[in-house]
């Protein structure tokens, strides 16, 4: 298969809201994204931009919180890592002696109580969820939470694409994320501070690696730095699109798909 130098932009508005042979035509735009690079941008995907600048907002108040704030709700005090990370906690390159520098801030589902939970109890990750005082960020988790419904909802949207695309029936996926035990979609939001002109070669952003869930969908902001690995080993770049998201597929999802789709390395 040729290598791939550039993402396709697909448009979700017909998958959405088309006909099932429109639906059959995105579906196969998709398959065919996922077949030969792994990461594709959606338009039309319903998510309006006055919410993600509101994410936004809320994202640069959190991560100017003082980092003693931050750290009053660390993942390594939580039993489910949910929380927030600090700088050079998280190394995607494993045993390679590299630095990422970023911070971040992991939530979920809520459990509050896991052990208790009929169906729940002994399987590791669920749990309560941590959030800053909101005295000092008043509609973090509000916004946050909302954003999370709506990224979810497009989430099996999509799912609906990729079982299409796989000849299978379009709500195929939805028994892993609604069935009788909770799913587990993490939303993830990351701070790359700017690299240090004198910084060793050895310091990160984020280093290269492949995603381990079903997929991501990935709201950039307007500085981007996500590259893409070809089979050739070339670095291609997928810069910030207006009006855009961006998915990937997991390492979950190439194995569920056979291999028949591709979880592509990437680094910022």
Request: hydrophobic share 35%; charged share 25%; with cysteine.
């Amino acid at each position: 298969m040729e290598a791939f130098t550039s993402v396709p932009l697909i448009d979700l508005k017909p998958l959405i809201s088309g006909s099932k042979e429109e639906q059959e035509l995105v579906a196969k735009e998709i398959s065919n994204a996922c077949e030969k690079v792994g990461f594709f941008y959606v338009t039309n995907h319903g998510v309006e931009d006055e919410l993600l600048e509101q994410v936004q907002s809320e994202m640069r108040s959190f991560f100017n919180l003082p980092n003693e704030e931050k750290q009053k709700i660390a993942t390594k005090l939580s039993k489910c890592h949910r929380g927030f990370f600090g700088l050079g906690e998280e190394n995607l390159e494993e045993n390679s002696g590299t630095y990422d520098l970023k911070e971040g801030f992991d939530f979920g589902i809520n459990v509050d109580d896991p052990d208790n939970h009929p169906k729940l109890k002994g399987i590791p990750n669920y749990g309560p969820n941590f959030w800053p005082s909101k005295e000092l960020v008043p509609t973090f988790q509000s916004t946050l939470e909302k954003y999370f419904d709506r990224v979810f909802e497009l989430g099996i949207t999509i799912l609906k694409g990729f079982a299409i695309g796989l000849n299978l029936p379009p709500d195929y996926f939805n028994k892993f994320y609604k069935g009788e035990i909770p799913a587990m979609p993490i939303l993830r939001l990351l701070r790359y501070p700017p690299l240090p002109k004198d910084a060793p070669q050895n310091v990160l952003s984020c280093g290269a690696h492949s995603d381990y869930g079903f997929i991501t969908i990935l709201f950039q902001d307007s500085v981007g730095g996500l590259e893409l690995q070809n089979s050739e080993g070339t670095w291609v770049k997928a810069p910030p699109m207006e009006g855009t998201l961006v998915v990937n597929i997991g390492d979950m999802m190439a194995r569920l798909s056979n291999y028949t789709y591709s979880a592509t390395k990437h680094r910022f």
